[in-house]
């Protein structure tokens, strides 16, 4: 990192906490390699060609990553100090593009080297150590003396503290001119180049913050993340364009469940218990049992889950479709769809708040779910999950005193009041520990796949 012999030894501490915390949490597949970040004519990270990435992370996590494999070695990412380089390692072993890191430190270029080695693209990185201070011009694009051995950069990425890019920022803008053949992108963490003021400098509180006038695309800005489109493409139109984020499961797992309070009132509660409560005893009285040996994959899950959820200790209704819906009154079906309208609207909004997964998508609901727990019901599987669904909110409709245990889990336990709920990732592990009593729960899914009128598997 070119600032890093001027800064203190506490400052270059916490910025590689900063970069060590977001190289684990960041979608960086999305973030770095995203069509978000590549220009459309490149198709270097094609979401609909169905064709996987053998032994990448996403495959092997059994996510909806897909790429066009032919074509990903079209772009190149350089990191702008790159410190141990686990960004473009982890680009490199998902995406297959080649990258590019400079650092100053000796130390940290060894280090990325030997990471690179051992996770197996060490043919599709290259490192330098330099100052970039003393780049000369061009050099970004492969041109510049000395360094011309060099892919010219597609996607420059910056994690910078703002004193680094203000000092880096009139180099780097000439450089992103330069690169517009190449549809260069600048990508920074944290801190944006139309913004970042150097505080080191006396006159610093007085300084122009945007003197370059960089066009910043802050649809990532959730994540600490801005983009600078290509020279002379503006930020409207490439935000227009960008692509839906995409996660793999482990970064899944590294986001947080959010607990809100009072999803639903005492008046919508106590409607949906009457409803469930009815569905119920009608079920009890017109159970037929259900047939395992269907000739589908499918239709095997589908029997499956409904045989679970016939048992007396964990019992579904699948509010959400035709086949519920035609049992009940006008009143309640009018009840359930203004409930779920009510519903999606504030997952969409706290999504656009913590992590934007539904951005840019088309998304209609999944499911529409009543959990009725009784003694010894719980969902104990350490790896269940919500597959293919994106958001899933589960609202508690018991009151606290008509159970005990029944403590929903991600990777720690959330307790909820009756009327409020936990809204989380659906590929995100959950849990609902063993219950004494009564509690019963409305789950709602999300997914861009049409609104289903069946079950979840139909």
Same mark, same amino acid.
Request: proline share 3%.
């Given at each position: 990192?070119?600032?890093?012999?001027?800064?203190?030894?506490?400052?270059?501490?916490?910025?590689?906490?900063?970069? #060590?915390?977001?190289?684990?949490?960041?979608?960086?597949?999305?973030?770095?390699?995203?069509?978000?970040?590549?220009?459309?004519?490149?198709?270097?990270?094609?979401?609909?060609?169905?064709?996987?990435?053998?032994?990448?992370?996403?495959?092997?996590?059994?996510?909806?990553?897909?790429?066009?494999?032919?074509?990903?070695?079209?772009?190149?990412?350089?990191?702008?100090?790159?410190?141990?380089?686990?960004?473009?390692?982890?680009?490199?072993?998902?995406?297959?593009?080649?990258?590019?890191?400079?650092?100053?430190?000796?130390?940290?270029?060894?280090?990325?080297?030997?990471?690179?080695?051992?996770?197996?693209?060490?043919?599709?990185?290259?490192?330098?150590?330099?100052?970039?201070?003393?780049?000369?011009?061009?050099?970004?694009?492969?041109?510049?003396?000395?360094?011309?051995?060099?892919?010219?950069?597609?996607?420059?990425?910056?994690?910078?503290?703002?004193?680094?890019?203000?000092?880096?920022?009139?180099?780097?803008?000439?450089?992103?001119?330069?690169?517009?053949?190449?549809?260069?992108? !600048?990508?920074?963490?944290?801190?944006?180049?139309?913004?970042?003021?150097?505080?080191?400098?006396?006159?610093?509180?007085?300084?122009?913050?945007?003197?370059?006038?960089?066009?910043?695309?802050?649809?990532?800005?959730?994540?600490?993340?801005?983009?600078?489109?290509?020279?002379?493409?503006?930020?409207?139109?490439?935000?227009?364009?960008?692509?839906?984020?995409?996660?793999?499961?482990?970064?899944?797992?590294?986001?947080?469940?959010?607990?809100?309070?009072?999803?639903?009132?005492?008046?919508?509660?106590?409607? #949906?218990?009457?409803?469930?409560?009815?569905?119920?005893?009608?079920?009890?009285?017109?159970?037929?049992? !259900?047939?395992?040996?269907?000739?589908?994959?499918?239709?095997?899950?589908?029997?499956?889950?409904?045989?679970?959820?016939?048992?007396?200790?964990?019992?579904?209704?699948?509010?959400?479709?035709?086949?519920?819906?035609?049992?009940?009154?006008?009143?309640?079906?009018?009840?359930?769809?203004?409930?779920?309208?009510? !519903?999606?609207?504030?997952?969409?909004?706290?999504?656009?708040?913590?992590?934007?997964?539904?951005?840019?998508?088309?998304?209609?609901?999944?499911?529409?779910?009543?959990?009725?727990?009784?003694?010894?019901?719980?969902?104990?599987?350490?790896?269940?999950?919500?597959?293919?669904?994106?958001?899933?909110?589960?609202?508690?409709?018991?009151?606290?005193?008509?159970?005990?245990?029944?403590?929903?889990?991600?990777?720690?336990?959330?307790?909820?009041?009756?009327?409020?709920?936990?809204?989380?990732?659906?590929?995100?592990?959950?849990? !609902?520990?063993?219950?004494?009593?009564?509690?019963?729960?409305?789950?709602?899914?999300?997914?861009?796949?049409?609104?289903?009128?069946?079950?979840?598997?139909?």
């Amino acid at each position: 990192m070119c600032c890093r012999e001027k800064m203190s030894s506490r400052s270059w501490q916490m910025l590689r906490t900063v970069r #060590l915390a977001h190289s684990q949490s960041l979608p960086l597949c999305h973030v770095l390699l995203g069509e978000s970040l590549i220009s459309s004519k490149l198709h270097v990270l094609d979401l609909r060609s169905g064709t996987r990435m053998r032994n990448s992370p996403a495959a092997l996590g059994g996510t909806s990553f897909t790429a066009d494999v032919k074509q990903i070695h079209l772009d190149v990412l350089w990191d702008l100090g790159c410190g141990d380089g686990i960004v473009l390692v982890e680009a490199a072993r998902r995406c297959g593009c080649r990258c590019v890191g400079l650092d100053i430190d000796g130390p940290c270029i060894d280090a990325a080297r030997s990471r690179a080695r051992d996770a197996g693209v060490d043919k599709l990185c290259s490192w330098l150590r330099c100052d970039m201070l003393r780049l000369p011009q061009g050099t970004l694009a492969g041109v510049a003396q000395g360094l011309d051995e060099l892919p010219a950069a597609t996607v420059a990425l910056a994690f910078l503290t703002a004193h680094g890019l203000v000092r880096l920022a009139r180099w780097l803008h000439q450089e992103w001119q330069l690169g517009v053949s190449r549809q260069l992108r !600048v990508v920074t963490c944290v801190e944006s180049l139309d913004s970042a003021v150097d505080f080191t400098e006396p006159d610093a509180l007085f300084a122009s913050t945007n003197e370059l006038c960089w066009p910043v695309c802050r649809d990532l800005e959730r994540w600490g993340v801005f983009v600078v489109p290509p020279f002379g493409k503006d930020v409207s139109s490439w935000s227009a364009a960008a692509w839906p984020l995409r996660m793999t499961r482990a970064e899944v797992e590294a986001t947080q469940a959010a607990v809100l309070s009072f999803v639903l009132n005492e008046a919508e509660v106590e409607c #949906l218990e009457k409803i469930g409560a009815t569905l119920l005893k009608n079920d009890e009285q017109d159970d037929e049992g !259900v047939d395992l040996f269907s000739t589908s994959e499918a239709g095997f899950h589908k029997a499956a889950e409904a045989a679970l959820h016939r048992l007396g200790q964990h019992r579904v209704l699948y509010l959400h479709s035709t086949e519920v819906r035609n049992r009940l009154g006008q009143k309640d079906r009018c009840f359930l769809e203004e409930l779920e309208a009510k !519903v999606l609207a504030l997952m969409r909004s706290e999504d656009s708040q913590r992590w934007g997964l539904l951005s840019s998508r088309s998304v209609q609901l999944r499911s529409m779910e009543y959990h009725a727990y009784s003694d010894g019901g719980s969902v104990m599987d350490p790896e269940h999950r919500d597959d293919g669904s994106l958001v899933t909110i589960s609202v508690l409709l018991s009151r606290l005193e008509d159970f005990q245990g029944g403590v929903f889990s991600t990777e720690k336990e959330h307790f909820m009041q009756r009327g409020g709920g936990v809204l989380f990732l659906s590929e995100k592990r959950h849990n !609902v520990s063993a219950v004494k009593g009564e509690r019963h729960t409305l789950v709602l899914e999300l997914w861009d796949g049409p609104r289903n009128e069946h079950s979840r598997h139909d």
